[in-house]
């Protein structure tokens, strides 16, 4: 069985960028069938707009403030914090200050992959 993903090695530099509008792009740095890792950078003011999926999702953020709300719950984060996003959970963003995310994801979000 051929195992699909990303090369071994990803460089940033190397790696397209997805304009997804509204001042938001979307960065896949690495994934295989099981999980995936994405960069998106958000200008200020930029939403992450509410929705929902059935992957878990982790969320570093690595640069910048977010004011976020997971499940009803908002709460403000900042450089070196965490989220958790359990399956089928709505969520969403405002970003307060530019910043940078860094989301894993398991399974893989199949849709972010070019078709």
Do not use: N
């Not at 792009?25 to 200008?43: A, T």
């Not at 709300?69 to 963003?93: A, M, N, Q, R, Y």
């Amino acid at each position: 069985m051929e195992r699909t993903g990303s090369e071994p090695f990803v460089f940033g530099k190397d790696a397209p960028w997805e304009d997804l509008g509204g001042g938001v792009k979307r960065q896949i740095l690495g994934y295989d069938g099981q999980l995936m890792m994405v960069k998106v950078v958000f200008e200020k003011g930029a939403v992450g707009a509410p929705h929902h999926h059935y992957q878990s999702q982790c969320t570093y953020v690595a640069k910048g403030k977010f004011e976020f709300t997971i499940d009803g719950v908002t709460k403000v984060v900042s450089e070196g914090d965490c989220l958790f996003k359990t399956p089928d959970k709505p969520h969403g963003c405002v970003c307060l200050e530019a910043g940078t995310l860094i989301d894993t994801f398991s399974p893989i979000r199949p849709d972010f992959l070019k078709k």
